[in-house]
């Protein structure tokens, strides 16, 4: 059972348009989400997060939102990048159940054009 | 500042060996957390270790266990590898085993299994 859902595995944008990458979960009891990114023989590397008490969190070019009722999170970069080409993933935990393991979804390669 | 630091990088076992990955924590970072990721997957919870102890547990069999040191390092032992077992291992580490902000991720540990 895939609670945390990436279903478009791979995305191109154009350099200095949007790219938007999208994440669906199942468990109504994840609270906490995060965004990585990963390049090739490296480890993930955290990019953004979000507490289910707010519906969009900002750093900079990269942008979450969340939409609890939907069940639904999107990561959108503005502009885009060639350096952000990567393979995204999104994580959720629920920590009130004192849980703290993350679920990842299965990630979407994006590949910015230049 | 170093970051997460997993020996060794690539790894070659036969099936029915044992295996011991290491993982030194990013400084100042006390829990360690083990992911484990398939080819085209996500990464998948193995376990987190905080204080020594194991704290929280994914779908994995007994064959997985690991250890904390004093240190704050970390060993993951796989006992009776099967060829399934070939895969990405990743260390996580946090402050504190919500790793609220996000944790750091290391390069991990490529096993294969033959």
């Known amino acids: 059972d895939q609670q945390v859902k990436q279903n478009s595995p791979s995305l191109s944008v154009q350099e200095g348009r949007i790219s938007i990458l999208n994440c669906d979960y199942t468990?109504?009891?994840?609270?906490?989400f995060l965004w990585y990114k990963k390049y090739p023989a490296e480890g993930p590397t955290f990019l953004i997060s979000?507490?289910?008490?707010?519906d969009k969190n900002e750093d900079g070019r990269f942008t979450v939102f969340l939409n609890k009722s939907a069940k639904h999170l999107s990561l959108h970069i503005v502009p885009s990048q060639p350096g952000d080409s990567a393979v995204y993933f999104c994580?959720?935990?629920?920590?009130?159940?004192?849980?703290?393991?993350?679920?990842f979804g299965t990630g979407t390669r994006l590949k910015v054009l230049a | 500042d170093a970051g997460v630091t997993q020996s060794p990088t690539h790894l070659i076992k036969t099936r029915g060996q044992q295996v011991t990955l290491r993982c030194s924590p990013k400084?100042?970072?006390?829990?360690v957390s083990w992911y484990q990721q398939a080819l085209g997957q996500g990464p998948q919870f193995i376990f987190q270790?905080?204080?020594?102890?194991?704290?929280q547990r994914g779908n994995f069999p007994d064959r997985f266990s690991g250890h904390q040191f004093p240190n704050y390092s970390s060993e993951l032992n796989v006992n009776a590898l099967l060829l399934g077992d070939s895969a990405l291992y990743l260390c996580?580490?946090?402050?504190?085993?919500?790793?609220?902000?996000?944790?750091?991720f290391g390069s991990g540990t490529r096993l294969t299994v033959v």
């Open positions: 996580a580490s946090s402050l504190g085993p919500g790793g609220i902000g996000g944790y750091t």
């Open positions: 468990n109504s009891m994840f609270d906490y």
């Open positions: 979000i507490s289910s008490i707010k």
């Open positions: 994580a959720a935990s629920a920590s009130p159940s004192g849980t703290y393991k993350y679920i």
């Open positions: 400084s100042g970072h006390d829990t």
């Open positions: 270790y905080y204080e020594e102890e194991e704290r």
